[in-house]
């Protein structure tokens, strides 16, 4: 069964570098997501993403938050300078349409500890 | 008050026994759909009911949907220890983003 793959599973980094975290949705979606978790807490929606462009975005996504589509296969968010709070697991999702075929499938995460 | 918020925060059975876990939303919803999370782990989607659905079924799961009270329930029938995890909801509103509930954590007990 097709599925979403992300990479790196974990990734630890210094407060103020630049991170990407990288995607594979599932090959035919069109709509692409990125959610982060904070330990403990709620899983929270950051960006959408469709036609090669932003479709929606949260308050969390703010002018150090990046996403990307370089080739027709990775969607990679990128964080430019890293904070302590933006530590975290990042998921990215992927739903084939709207309407009927929106369920979003997750994948396994990315945990990103900033120190 | 939070879109989605599960209860119980926990819930702890036995196998063989079934578990029942609600969901509560504040706003009109387009979807509701339920998640499982193994500890530390990617979420899984379970199942997607649509705001004019009332019940769907898929195994050993039932989930439930009352617009008019703005809940929905997910039952698990004759639960196994592979069920421990953490179960969210996640509405849908206007557009496409997701807006997950609290959790509810399940312990199953061999």
């Known amino acids: 069964e097709p599925e979403v793959t992300q990479t790196p599973s974990h990734q630890v980094t210094q407060m103020g570098q630049e991170v990407i975290l990288r995607c594979v949705p599932i090959?035919?979606?069109?709509?692409f997501y990125w959610y982060r978790q904070i330990l403990g807490q709620k899983v929270e929606f950051l960006v959408s993403?469709?036609?090669?462009?932003?479709?929606?975005k949260s308050e969390i996504f703010d002018d150090q938050f990046s996403v990307e589509r370089p080739d027709g296969s990775n969607f990679t968010l990128k964080i430019r300078s890293t904070k302590l709070e933006d530590s975290a697991m990042y998921f990215c999702?992927?739903?084939?349409?709207?309407?009927?075929?929106?369920?979003?499938?997750f994948g396994p995460g990315t945990r990103l500890l900033v120190l | 008050s939070q879109q989605g918020e599960e209860d119980p925060q926990a819930l702890s059975i036995q196998e063989g026994e079934n578990a029942t876990m609600n969901c509560s939303y504040k706003?009109?919803?387009?979807?509701l759909q339920w998640y499982r999370q193994n500890s530390g782990r990617g979420l899984v989607h379970l199942i997607l009911?649509?705001?004019?659905?009332r019940e769907k079924h898929s195994g050993r799961l039932r989930v439930t949907l009352d617009t008019s009270k703005k809940s929905s329930s997910l039952l698990i029938t004759a639960s196994r220890a592979a069920d421990t995890a953490s179960y969210f909801c996640?509405?849908?509103?206007?557009?496409?983003?997701?807006?997950f509930g609290t959790g509810t954590r399940l312990q199953v007990f061999p």
């Open positions: 009911i649509r705001s004019n659905e």
């Open positions: 999702a992927s739903s084939e349409a709207l309407g009927d075929k929106r369920t979003q499938y």
């Open positions: 706003t009109s919803i387009n979807n």
């Open positions: 996640a509405t849908d509103v206007r557009t496409d983003k997701l807006i």
């Open positions: 993403f469709y036609n090669n462009e932003i479709s929606e």
């Open positions: 090959s035919n979606h069109l709509y």
